[in-house]
Nanobody, 119 residues
Framework: QVQLVESGGGLVQAGGSLRLSCAAS????????MGWYRQAPGKQRELVAVITRFGNTNYADSVKGRFTLSRDSAKNTAYLQMNSLKPEDTAVYYC?????????????WGQGTQVTVSS
């Protein structure tokens, strides 16, 4: 079983920065994709950014140029650097990791971390 531990959420003023971390633990043979999604009140969960095992990234249009996703493969950890935050970035952010482990393929979600941006 693969577990994810998220950290780094909090309250910040508009224009500020936060960095989210997502660490995967367990018997992991390889991680294919690590990503972050977010869900604001009354809205559906949406993609924020993903990064593949090859380092290719994909971002939502709303965060391009402001957010940067990176990963440390040796630590099975992904980092989402969020700059120039806006009130509309307020949401619960969820980490998602897909790969292969001792029990086969996995698709794991973190518990979520709250990001609140005040105007």
């Amino acid at each position: 079983q693969v577990q994810l531990v998220e950290s780094g959420g909090g309250l910040v003023q508009a224009g500020g920065s936060l960095r989210l971390s997502c660490a995967a633990s367990g018997i992991i043979f390889g991680i294919n994709v690590m990503g972050w999604y977010r869900q604001a009140p009354g809205k559906q969960r949406e993609l924020v950014a993903v990064i593949t095992r090859f380092g290719n990234t994909n971002y939502a249009d709303s965060v391009k140029g402001r957010f940067t996703l990176s990963r440390d493969s040796a630590k099975n950890t992904a980092y989402l650097q969020m700059n120039s935050l806006k009130p509309e970035d307020t949401a619960v952010y969820y980490c998602n990791v897909r790969g292969g482990g001792i029990a086969g393929e996995f698709d794991s979600w973190g518990q979520g971390t709250q990001v609140t941006v005040s105007s």
